[in-house]
């Protein structure tokens, strides 16, 4: 079993700067890579970052050059950093593990970007 835990969402005006932290817990070496995915209201979940046990990383063309994804191995916590924030990147945030079996979720974090 693997445990995620979200954190860092807030409210922010555009143009601001967030990071999200995925602390992961248990069973954390089956882990294969991390994503963080976003679902804003009336929308589907799309994935906007992953980053796998090799340290290659992707991201969604919207976020490209705005976000970076990245790893504290000691810690077991990813990251995402968020910067140049948009009102259209207002979503719930959430931390997706990938193992051989299945995925493990977290619980979410709301980023709300004014305009």
């Known amino acids: 079993q693997v445990q995620l835990v979200e954190s860092g969402g807030g409210l922010v005006q555009a143009g601001g700067s967030l990071r999200l932290s995925c602390a992961a817990s248990?069973?954390?070496?089956?882990?294969?890579?991390i994503g963080w995915y976003r679902q804003a209201p009336g929308k589907q979940r799309e994935l906007v970052a992953v980053i796998r046990s090799d340290g290659s990383t992707n991201y969604v063309d919207s976020v490209k050059g705005r976000f970076t994804i990245s790893r504290d191995n000691a810690k077991n916590t990813v990251y995402l950093q968020m910067n140049s924030l948009k009102p259209e990147d207002t979503a719930v945030y959430y931390c997706n593990a990938a193992t051989y079996s299945r995925f493990y979720w977290g619980q979410g974090t709301q980023v709300t970007v004014s305009s």
């Open positions: 248990g069973s954390t070496f089956r882990i294969n890579g």
